[in-house]
Nanobody
Framework: QVQLVESGGGLVQAGGSLRLSCAAS????????MSWHRQAPGNEREFVAA????????RYADSVKGRFTISRDNAKNTVYLQMNSLKPEDTAIYYC?????????WGQGTQVTVSS
């Protein structure tokens, strides 16, 4: 079972940028579909972005399209989320998810807070 550790969260002013990282254990990282999700207080967890196994294609929630970029480095077992032009409504705990035919695994989350 893959284990995931997110990092890179923090406090940033509106309009600023952050880069989240999600490091995975194990030697089969490239066989997992990877995605980022977020959960704000009082809200359900929502999809943010996903990337294909080879890193060649991504898809995004409408709310972050054009501002966030997902990428992965299979040699480093890491997926990234570059977040630009951050807004207060982006404030949430951000989680990465690894999914394959064998199951799914979530990271513990990293807090992102955007001040106005």
């Amino acid at each position: 079972q893959v284990q995931l550790v997110e990092s890179g969260g923090g406090l940033v002013q509106a309009g600023g940028s952050l880069r989240l990282s999600c490091a995975a254990s194990g030697r089969t990282f490239s066989s997992y579909d990877m995605s980022w999700h977020r959960q704000a207080p009082g809200n359900e967890r929502e999809f943010v972005a996903a990337i294909s196994r080879n890193g060649e294609s991504g898809r995004y929630a409408d709310s972050v399209k054009g501002r966030f970029t997902i990428s992965r480095d299979n040699a480093k077992n890491t997926v990234y989320l570059q977040m630009n032009s951050l807004k207060p409504e982006d404030t949430a705990i951000y989680y990465c998810l690894a999914a394959s035919a064998l199951g799914r695994a979530w990271g513990q989350g990293t807090q992102v807070t955007v001040s106005s």
